[in-house]
Structure formats: C-alpha cells, structure tokens
C-alpha cells in the first residue's frame, strides 16, 4: 500500500489517501530509444526530398486561442502545461524546459492559436520569431519535436496561420518556411504508423492530410492519409461514439480533428470517407451528452472541461444535428431537468493501454446548475507532478463513496514509463428511467468484492424541476462468500468496522458552511443560488478541505468538500442524502459574471 497526502501549495495538509498499487518492470528504455532513432532517420532522410514552393489551397483557420494567454505570450510569460518560465527577450528555444510535458506542448506549436487570438503587431512578430527560431534550430530533422503525433499538431498550425508567420518575410525566409514544411510532411508520411492508437495518431494523420492538400508537390500523401484514417475511424470509435480512453476532452480533440480534416477535403473537392463521416455523426450526440448546463465537459479520466467556446463550436461545425440516445455514452449516464445537469461515470473504467491516465472514479458525479458547477471531480493532478497525478486519480479524489485505504480500482502495472489501472471495478448500471417526478438511475460497482466481500450500490433520483437531487450509497455483502469475506476483514480489524466515506468535491468557487448545528451544509454560488446538503443514516458529517486541479494554472486551487464518514460493522450500511436549492432560491438567475480562464 502507499500512503500519499495531499497538500495544499503552503504545505498544509489537506487529506489523506491510499491507493493499492504494485509495480511490474518493463524494458521501455530500449524501445524509446529505438522509436528516437526510426524518428531521427526518417526526419534526416525526408529532407532528401524535393520541397514544396507554396500553397495549392490553405484552409481556413480553424483552431481558437485564447486572447488572454497571447498578451501573456508576448510578455514573455509562457504557461504550458502547468508550468510558467519566462522568456521576455529570449527564444523561447533558448529558455531552458522544466518538464518534458512543457516541451512537448512547446513543440506542438498550439500556443500560435493563442498569439493570433491577439492578431497585433507584437503577436506576430513573437509567432514569427519563435517559429524561425525552431526552423533554424530544429527544422533540419533533430530535437523532441520529431514524433508523428507533435509533428502532425505542428503542421496544422503552420498551416492555419501562415497569414501571420508569411507577412512581411523576406523570399528566403519563406522558403526556408515551406521546406520545412516538406519535411515535415514526408516524415509523417513514414512514421504516422508509429503513433500511439487514439488521439496521437489521428493527430498525425489529420496534419498529414492538412499539408497534402495545402502543399505543391504534395497531393500523393493526402489519399493513403484518408484511407488511414478512414480505418482509425472504424476501429477507434465505437458504436455509441466513444474512444477506449473514456476521456471527454480527448473524444472532443478527436472529434475536432475529424470535422478539420473533413471540411479540409470537401474544400478542395475530395471525397470524404463513409466511416470518416459516420464516425463524426456517432461522436456528436455523445459530446453533447457529455457537456454540463454551462458549456463546459464532464471532467473525468483525466479531461479537463475544455476551451470555453470550443464544445460550442466544434459540435456547430460539425453539422450534426442529433441529439443523444437512451442508455449511457461512452460509460456515462446523464441526468438533466430545469437548468441542471448530473453526469456519472456509470461504467468500469479503461483497460489496458488506455488506462494510463484513467481515474478509479467509477459511480463518482458532477452537478452543475446553471452557468455554476456545484459538485465536481478534483480533476487531473498530471499538470502538477507525479504525486499529484496520482492523488488524482483516485477514487477519493471523486465525488463518490470510498473505503479507506482503498481505491475502487487499483494503479499497477507500468507501460511506456505509465502506471496502468488494474483490479478494475466491475460496474453496472442496472435501472434507470424518467417520470412525473424526475430521472433516475441505479448503479453498482464490484471493486471491493475481492478484498471486502462489498458491493458498492448508488441511487440517484433529479426532481423534474432540476431543484433537488436525492442519492443513497450503500455498501453491502450480499452472498454467503462475501459474508464470509466481510466477516473475514471485520476479524482482521478487530471488530472495529470498515471504515468508509462519501465524499462530494465542491467548486472553488463555492462558499460553503455547516448549518443547522452541523446537520446540514449551505452553499453559495456566484449566481447568488443557494444549495442545502442533508443527509440520513449512520454517518458523521464534516466539511474538509479538497482541491481543485484546473488545466492551465500554476498550482491547485483551494477549494472544500463535504464528507459523510462512518464505520460498517453489519453486513449491509446505506446511506441517504439530498441536494436541494433553498426555497428561497428563485427558479431563474440572471447570472452574467464572466470569470477568467487563464488567471494562475
């Protein structure tokens, strides 16, 4: 077992997890360096090959910045991947790199979607300047950048924002511009097969097809890319639009990739495969299941909520128009009435290799009302270090019950230097349904059957005015073995119980406090809704400090969380609790405070 604490970015404590974990060696140092060097010959032997001159067709730039991150870009302030170095009057080549997840969103290049967000003078003189310092430095095949899947980001944005690299260029800097180009298209040509399955490869395929159809010379890339794609499409996305990483964020990045690369071929009058096409139309209604009240994504398996707009814009340009089926999508069931929205992971998490960054999180929710996230996930710690990516994906770090000392799921097994998620909670969502009263959904998970003889079970009841949400957790033994198993582990404790906790992660942005002497927890949103937390059955309420581990910032937020804890020493424990906006609380709010998304 492995203790870990959680710790807030002034040392102190915040709360306490253990996780089950075992580690199993593997030789990835050699395969490493073999890919490094298949990449390094490829990128070398590509630039034996007769450059493009200029654009047949560019399309249209698609991808959106943020306008508050480019004034930081040209300050010199560079925030990647959680980590902030300044480069004010230095390349941002030159600036020595604190991580190699900063490196590589360096090399990737989307932080020229942010510098012409701003569109001045000054953003493109800085987009300029570090993108011919990459050429002069790197544009002959050497460096981290030479991989399918950055090399395959990087010519999108090229591509994208050649109006803003191009102008006032001198003859020779442009053709030193579209010979690396060249390069780079031929190189991923050969070795977009050495992408990893799932979004690294379609990020290398949909660069591949961009530079073909763009590039003079280049059209006999674009129809072996299509038909690659084509089969990705089919054997990634299943039949109810997810992707085997259960990520929301990522099956967005995926579906965007895929709208891209479609508009790119019809442009240009070329065909667009069926499954191309069908796998647009099955991912689009499951994005919108995904997608809470205000816009933003169900942050789970290690996704964040994504750009604001970006959802919006994606799923517009997509043109599909369908909306979601009955059942679950992609392993989450959604609940939604009146202006709010609960979203719960309602399946067993990722295998194998796409659990590398999955959560032990199963039955966990998010609530948000209105514009307002209310309960959430604490989020991905991985822009934060190892320690905190590991926190993160366990199941106390998630709004759902947890027994102590054990994730649902267990962190095991390591794969291309990457913990995997083994002992996976076998989930179940077994009814659900909707009526006069509301929607509602039972679920079961059997991760502590092995250890405890326990069956997780939640039942989950949203008013059909959206004003209340009623829930009960239990934990129970049900068959003669796990009775026996249960009886087993009570012995082991000495009679002292299995010691459990629900756990409900608040937004930082939520003001929270105990009422009705310690019965109750009132919470205040910016909107000026007010939310009221009751609970009955054997459990001690307290409220306790969590965090909130937000993509783009500097460190974790502070934020809280509301804890119903107790000790099972029967075979059976259950658990009842409500959500429920004060009557007080008006039935719509005119709420129009906007926050800031990049503040550290």
Not at 13 to 21: E, L, Q, Y
Not at 143 to 157: D, E, F, K, S
Not at 246 to 262: D, G, I, M, Q
């Amino acid at each position: 077992m492995l203790a870990e604490m959680i710790r807030s970015t002034d040392g102190q404590a915040i709360f306490r997890i253990k996780v089950g974990f075992s580690s199993v060696a593997q030789g990835d140092g050699i395969a490493a360096l073999q890919m490094r060097a298949l990449n390094r010959l490829e990128s070398w032997r590509s630039g034996l090959v007769h450059p493009a001159k200029g654009f047949v067709s560019q399309p249209e730039p698609r991808t959106i910045g943020l306008f508050a991150r480019g004034r930081q870009l040209i300050a010199g302030n560079v925030l990647l991947a959680g980590f902030l170095v300044e480069a004010k009057d230095a390349s941002l080549w030159d600036v020595p790199s604190p991580d190699p997840a900063f490196e590589a969103e360096a090399q990737g290049f989307a932080w020229l979607d942010d510098l012409a967000a701003v569109g001045s003078g000054a953003a493109r003189t800085r987009a300029q300047d570090w993108t011919w310092g990459w050429i002069a430095r790197y544009g002959r095949g050497r460096g981290p950048g030479w991989t399918p899947h950055l090399t395959g980001r990087r010519l999108i944005r090229w591509i994208n924002h050649a109006l803003l690299l191009l102008t006032a260029r001198k003859p020779e800097e442009s053709e030193a511009y579209f010979r690396c180009l060249s390069r780079q298209t031929v190189f991923l040509s050969r070795r977009w097969k050495a992408a990893d399955p799932g979004l690294p490869r379609f990020e290398a395929l949909a660069g591949l097809i961009y530079a073909g159809l763009a590039l003079t010379g280049m059209k006999a890339h674009v129809a072996p890319a299509v038909a690659a794609l084509a089969r990705e499409c089919a054997r990634e996305v299943d039949e109810q639009g997810g992707i085997p990483t259960r990520n929301p964020e990522e099956l967005l990045e995926v579906f965007t990739l895929l709208t891209w690369a479609a508009q790119a071929l019809s442009e240009t009058g070329q065909r667009v495969p069926p499954e191309h096409l069908a796998a647009i139309e099955r991912i689009a209604p499951t994005l919108r299941a995904l997608r809470h009240a205000d816009g933003g994504l169900a942050r789970f398996h290690g996704g964040g909520r994504g750009l604001e707009g970006r959802l919006d814009h994606a799923l517009a340009s997509s043109g599909v128009k369908s909306l979601p089926q009955a059942g679950l999508s992609m392993g989450y069931a959604r609940l939604a009435t009146g202006r709010t929205t609960v979203i719960v992971d309602a399946a067993s998490p990722p295998s194998g290799r796409a659990s590398w960054a999955a959560h032990a999180s199963t039955l966990a929710f998010e609530l948000t009302s209105g514009r307002r996230p209310l309960i959430v996930s604490c989020g991905s710690g991985a822009p934060f270090g190892p320690e905190w990516n590991r926190a993160g994906r366990a199941t106390p770090s998630h709004s759902t019950l947890a027994i102590e000392g054990y994730s649902s799921s267990r962190l095991g097994a390591r794969q291309a230097g990457r913990e995997l998620l083994v002992d996976l909670a076998d989930a179940d969502a077994e009814q659900r349904g909707s009526g006069s009263e509301g929607s509602h959904i039972h679920l079961a998970h059997e991760g502590w059957s092995a250890s405890h003889g326990l069956t997780h079970s939640r039942t989950l009841m949203l008013a059909a005015d959206g004003r209340r949400l009623a829930g009960e957790d239990a934990l129970i033994a049900q068959s003669p073995t796990a009775q026996a198993r249960f009886e087993a582990m009570l012995t082991r404790t000495a009679l002292n119980g299995v010691h459990f906790a629900i756990r409900f992660h608040l937004h930082p942005d939520v003001d929270a406090a105990l009422d009705l002497g310690g019965k109750a927890v009132s919470m205040a949103l910016k909107s000026s809704e007010i939310w009221v937390f009751r609970y009955d059955g054997a459990a001690d309420l307290t409220l306790e400090a969590s965090v909130y581990l937000e993509k783009g910032r500097l460190k974790p937020r502070a934020a809280k969380q509301i804890v119903l804890s107790g000790r099972m020493v029967a075979h059976q424990t259950r658990i009842g609790w409500t959500l429920a906006k004060a009557q007080d609380t008006p039935l719509a709010i005119r709420d129009l405070d906007r926050d800031d998304p990049t503040a550290p």
